[in-house]
């Protein structure tokens, strides 16, 4: 709990509701009819809307990237290293949206929300979801909200995937697109990983075809295991040796199976608190849109030919540990954007903690970051 | 806008509304001056964390990136002009991307300390050690300049990769000409400005 809010939070924060009743067709051919989606904002949006800023969540985030719920709340959202007064993103100048994405388990339409046909959960009769329909639905809000061009898409990870869809799917309707610890497509290696997670899931008892929910469990056991195999995909090999080493809970050994290693007990604890905040099929759907996303695979598997319709300019961050989403993969990205002669700009910040640098307020990061930021607002006049 | 002198020179030589590469390009003053000024579209490299943050305030296409990785990221032909300041005795292989900055672009700028300057020769004769200067003020031990060469020698690796000194300049410390300078560049410059092209 926050002793008192810190000057550069956005402080309390009450999440909001959009509601749509415009059919959407998803691209798997299914159509939702209406469908909800929960946002929160930070700072405000002036008279011509022209300072708005959208943050796309990655796999296991949502709408709550900044602040803080109530004054019980342990943590503030997912990214408030970066968003808030004075921060990276400053909410002093922007206006700064976020939404739960279709499909997520945190109050926007998704397999835990009641189908209205059956009156039970969706579970996993709630279609599956593609970075373009999120896209789709983000620019529906947008539309809402009256914005008609963003000085800024921003995302790490899967939420760059969507930056990066977004500059392709509605050129006119960014300036600029903050692509971090990103991939154009994912790898073998990475299909791989979210395979096994979702082979644990599928293969747990309790997971019923998808329909926990209407029998009152929960695949736990599988939503535990998925979590623990892909949260250590998100550190790197010295950063978990600086933070655990091989330092064990006690001296002595025991001889059985139960955790002895701190890395062991923090990997158990990190999968038993995913469990309990998140839906099982929210984590299937998502990790299948990460294995889908493959947008040159309509220009024949041309990335710079993809690229090309863009008209936004770019910064590409990747970090030297992350080999979840190497800096290889965000270089892809960079030659492809230089090739269609866009305006990128790219850096490989130096870092030990693996994917999950992406979230934490690196300095060098937070230094490239905040210069890109400033430029947005001079070249915008905000 | 004012340039540094050599920059200056460096920009008299490049088109109005071409694509420029600049390979460790600094806090892209050269870039954002040719962006500005004569509407080219540039692109910089560099691998100093600072000076990229600099390009990036100056709203300046600057990709992190180590030259002795050569040039394989960008295209054959996808640029008007490649500059290399001041860079070409720190890579591990001058000739191997002096190669690779004229398959990328179609004339290449570029500038280098001349070690054939009678000062440094003297240095070297009078010493006997490797000589330190203005220029080259670093210790045999921690010098990037890690293929120090004289105009001679750069003249003779273009001729042997077939390659056509367009224009040079040659010029001092202060990056100003003379007519000594003109006369007898290999001992009395110090820095040369070449822009060569296949």
């Known amino acids: 709990m926050p002793q008192s809010i ?48 959208l943050i796309c969540h990655a796999l296991s985030g949502d709408h709550h990237a900044a602040g803080f719920h109530s004054l019980d709340d342990k943590k503030p959202g997912w990214w408030d290293a970066c968003i808030g007064p004075g921060k990276v993103i400053d909410t002093n100048k922007f206006f700064v949206l976020c939404l739960n994405n279709l499909g997520g388990c945190h109050g926007s339409t998704g397999p835990t929300t009641l189908n209205p046909d059956t009156q039970k959960p969706y579970g996993s009769d709630f279609p599956m979801v593609r970075v373009r329909d999120w896209v789709e639905s983000q620019a529906r809000l947008a539309d809402n909200l009256g914005i008609e061009k963003f000085a800024a898409v921003i995302g790490g990870s899967l939420g760059g995937m969507q930056a990066l869809r977004w500059s392709i799917q509605y050129p006119e309707r960014l300036h600029h697109a903050v692509v971090i610890a990103s991939a154009p497509k994912l ?21 019923h075809d998808g329909h926990f929910l209407a029998k009152g469990v929960i695949p736990k056991t599988g939503l535990i295991q998925a979590r623990m195999l892909a949260h250590l995909t998100y550190l790197s090999d010295d950063g978990l040796g600086e933070k655990f080493g091989r330092t064990m809970k006690n001296q002595e050994v025991n001889y059985n199976y139960a955790p ?40 024949d598997h041309d990335l710079t030919q993809c690229l090309s319709v863009a008209q936004c300019k770019f910064l590409v961050v990747s970090f030297t540990t992350d080999w979840r989403f190497s800096p290889e993969r965000s270089e892809e990205i960079v030659d492809a954007l230089v090739a269609a002669d866009k305006d990128v700009s790219y850096a490989r910040i130096e870092s030990e903690k693996g994917h999950d640098a992406f979230l934490l307020p690196i300095p060098r990061y937070i230094k490239l970051f905040g210069a890109y930021m400033t430029r947005i607002t001079q070249e915008l006049n905000l | 806008m004012s340039l540094r002198s ?82 070409l005795q720190a890579v591990n292989r001058p000739d191997a991307l002096l190669e690779d900055m004229l398959r990328v672009g179609k004339e290449a700028i570029i500038t280098f300390p001349n070690f054939g300057y009678w000062r440094t020769r003297w240095f070297l004769l009078r010493k006997g050690r490797m000589p330190m200067s203005k220029t080259l003020p670093y210790n045999w031990y921690d010098t990037p ?13 273009c001729r042997e990769k077939g390659l056509t000194i367009l224009e040079r300049t040659v010029v001092d410390n202060d990056h100003q000409e003379s007519l000594a300078i003109r006369l007898w560049p290999n001992l009395l410059g110090e820095i040369a400005i070449y822009r060569v092209t296949r």
């Open chain 1, 260 to 299: 002895e290693f701190q890395i062991e007990s923090y990997l158990h604890y990190q999968g038993e608190k995913f469990s309990t905040t998140f839906d099982a099929n929210t984590y299937l759907l998502m990790t299948k849109a990460l294995d889908y996303f493959d947008p040159a695979q309509y220009t």
């Open chain 2, 145 to 157: 300049n890690i293929h120090m060469c004289t105009f001679h020698d750069f003249e003779k690796l």
């Open chain 2, 6 to 87: 050599d920059l200056d020179i460096i920009q008299n030589w490049v088109n109005p509304n071409s694509q420029v590469l600049d390979l460790g390009c600094g806090q892209g003053d050269l870039l954002s001056f040719l962006k500005e000024q004569k509407q080219c579209k540039t692109y910089g490299l560099e691998i100093n964390e600072d000076s990229i943050v600099s390009c990036v305030e100056k709203g300046i296409n600057v990709i992190e990136h180590d030259l002795n990785d050569g040039l394989q990221h960008f295209n054959d032909a996808s640029v008007d002009t490649v500059i290399m300041t001041q860079a």
């Open chain 1, 6 to 53: 810190p000057a550069d939070s956005v402080g309390i924060i009450t999440p909001q509701v959009a509601t749509f009743d415009e059919p959407l067709k998803l691209r798997s051919g299914k159509t939702l009819q209406s469908y909800q989606l929960v946002y929160e904002s930070y700072g405000t949006l002036n008279s011509d809307k022209s300072n708005a800023i």
């Open chain 1, 187 to 207: 790898s073998a290696q990475n299909i791989a990983f979210n395979e096994v997670a979702r082979n644990a899931i599928i293969k747990d008892p309790e997971f």
